[in-house]
């Protein structure tokens, strides 16, 4: 068994928790999880990229779990966030890092990547695409408008927090349920994901993911290009977010590659983990 450690580290005006594992002195790999998720999401990579030597950093992220929550709507925007991220690697003493992202965690990875490129040695993306790409898909996208409800009901003040959080945050378990291949998540992960979610003010905060995307947009970035070596892993059953968003995603790389998962879904690491550990250490050594 791995050992893992656990700390708070203060980067960019708040205090994370974070989950560290592996050698000290091995490469560090970055995780970030997506929504609704907190470290605890990528629990199926972190001994596999630990034993084969990389320093694996997994932080909850600011308003997940017992990381801290900002009150203001606007300290959730990409900007915020991946200065989160630069932190850390600051923290690590790191001039570069491999990074790997899932969901939001991913469009923070994508964000950080285009914003910061002296930073990230390799980018990882699952199952979400590049900022810019999304933004134009879902203006112009009637099927995906249909499939991003969720986006737009988030936007709402306090009702959708308030549903999120009845009978001990059902709505969200549903949610993992209905989206996941069957199995996917058990009975006691659930026991975890509601610990996470019934921190006061964690459901709020998540949601502000959502609401600050929308109405408190990152900086205007000089280009939309991402220069380093990337990898992006997908699941075509996603019920939320179109496949083709990968390869649109991938115009906008200047060396990248894609590789699709036909029958996982959005939760592509939890229901392919063995493949999907495989592709990252394979990409992450070439």
Known sequence: MIPYDHEFIVTNGVRLHVVMAGPVDGEPVILLHGFP?????????????????????????????ISDKPKAMAAYNLDALSGDVVGLIDYLKRDKVFLVGHDWGGGVAWFTANKYPERIKKL??????HHSVFRK????NREQQRRSWYMFFFQLPMLPDFLSGLNHAEGLVRALRTSSRPGTFSEDDFVEYRKAWT?????????NWYRATAQTPPQKLASKRITMP???????????????????????????????????????QHEEAEQVNAHLAAFLRD
């Open 199 to 207: 921190q006061p003010g964690a459901i709020t905060a998540m949601i």
């Open 37 to 65: 998720e907190f470290w605890y999401g990528w629990r199926k990579q972190i001994d596999y990229l630990a034993e084969h030597g990389y320093r694996v950093i997994v932080p909850d992220q600011r308003g997940y779990n």
């Open 124 to 129: 990882a993306i699952l199952n979400v695409p």
């Open 137 to 140: 898909y879902l203006s112009e």
């Open 230 to 268: 990337t990898l992006v892993l997908w699941g075509k059953k996603d019920t939320a977010l179109n496949w083709e968003l990968a390869e649109k995603s991938l115009e906008l790389c200047d060396d990248g590659r894609v590789v699709y998962f036909e029958d996982a879904s959005h939760w592509v």
